[in-house]
């Protein structure tokens, strides 16, 4: 499609080109897009209306919410949940499942989603982000449990995410390739500005939490070692580092760019099974970085293959530029 189709057009002409498509998914995009128009709205005003700092509560994985946190997970629930067009939704904030009211239309979805991604840099004004996971519904059922939501990565009807950046970027995918449409707020539309993203399949840069280096298991450490050695080692090439500690600003880099972004498994985070989740972190942003023709895994395994076992289930991850992450997982099958 054109360069600056609006994201509602992309939206209309995608459904018309699916002969069974019954509109409702193009309505559960429509209610996705107008929440995180109010987050960007939200983010971008920060302190002129009182909202960053921390909330005082604490959510299901520890950590202490800020209140954006809180905002953005009430805009995404409450705009799903009156669209109509989802059965059950889930978050990051939310410690179960969230059943709709009684009084409520159910749709044939599920959504998953982290309202603010990378939440530790919304008081220092660094790019945040929202990222959702999109799944069909068990027929017949009025309120979907954990366990209907327990499906893997493969299973996503679509997934991406909404980068609140110097510019607000929605990236898409349902399948069929990987698309951005920056915000006009001019217009109150998002654009098509990034077409058919691919990921270049080789690149100098990764991205990991160095500080971490002394946790990690014995295939991370060579692998950044090697990157660190530079000219002088087996790599033959000098390599960059960027941590910007937000996830979704390291994948919309290494969509851009290329790269490989790592959150691997270490020992200060082996009993909880990594630091990111898999449900509304690495299974939406996997299926994101595969359709625009990079690599995710574990470390030993593909990411999208893994069967959940929890609803917060935690998981390490390593994506991106095909030919890097390939290599640390021939390291982790050596
Ligand atoms: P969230 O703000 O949704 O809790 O996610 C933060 C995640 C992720 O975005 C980022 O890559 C990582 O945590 C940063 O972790 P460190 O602070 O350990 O570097
Ligand atoms: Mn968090
Ligand atoms: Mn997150
Ligand atoms: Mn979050």
Redesign the pocket.
């Known amino acids: 499609m054109q360069i600056g189709t609006s994201l509602t057009h992309f939206l209309i002409e995608s459904q018309r080109a699916h002969k069974a498509a019954s509109g409702d998914f193009t309505l559960l995009m429509n209610d996705i897009v107008s929440a995180c128009k109010v987050i960007s709205s939200y983010v971008n005003k920060g302190n002129l209306i009182g909202i960053l700092g921390s909330a005082e509560s604490e959510n299901i ?1 520890g ?1 202490t919410q800020k209140k954006l ?1 809180v905002i953005s997970n009430d805009v995404f629930t409450n705009t799903l949940m009156q669209g109509g067009q989802v059965a059950g939704l889930a978050s ?1 904030e939310m410690d179960d499942v969230y059943h709709l009211p009684a009084t409520a239309q159910r749709g044939k979805y599920l959504c998953v989603y ?1 309202p ?6 919304i008081d220092v004004n660094v790019t ?1 982000g929202t990222i959702f996971s999109v799944l069909h519904a068990p027929e017949g059922v009025a309120n979907p449990a954990e366990a209907e939501f327990l499906q893997p990565g493969t299973e996503q009807v679509a997934a991406g995410y909404c980068i609140y950046g110097p510019s607000t970027i929605m990236v898409l995918t349902t399948g069929d390739g990987v698309n951005g449409f920056t915000l006009d707020k001019d217009i109150g539309e998002f654009m098509l500005t990034h077409p058919n993203i691919t990921i270049p399949e080789d690149t100098s840069e990764f991205a990991i ?1 160095m ?2 280096q002394r946790f990690w298991d014995a295939p991370v450490k060579r692998y950044i070692d090697e990157c660190l050695i530079g000219k002088e080692g087996p790599r033959g090439r000098d390599f960059n580092m960027r ?6 600003a ?1 994948v919309h880099r290494i969509l851009t760019r290329g790269g490989i972004f790592m ?1 691997p498994i270490d020992s200060k985070h082996r009993e909880r099974g990594g ?2 989740r898999l449900m509304y ?1 690495a299974n939406p942003m996997s299926m994101i970085v595969e359709q625009a023709g990079g690599l995710s895994i574990t470390g030993p395994d593909r990411i999208m293959s893994l069967a959940p076992q929890k609803l917060h289930q935690r998981v390490p991850v390593i994506l991106g530029s095909k030919n890097e992450v390939q290599r640390v997982w021939d390291y982790h099958k050596a």
């Open positions: 994985q950590e946190d990051e982290d603010l991604d990378g939440s530790s840099n945040v939490n500080s971490n941590w910007v500690a937000s996830m979704v390291e959150y630091k990111l972190e």
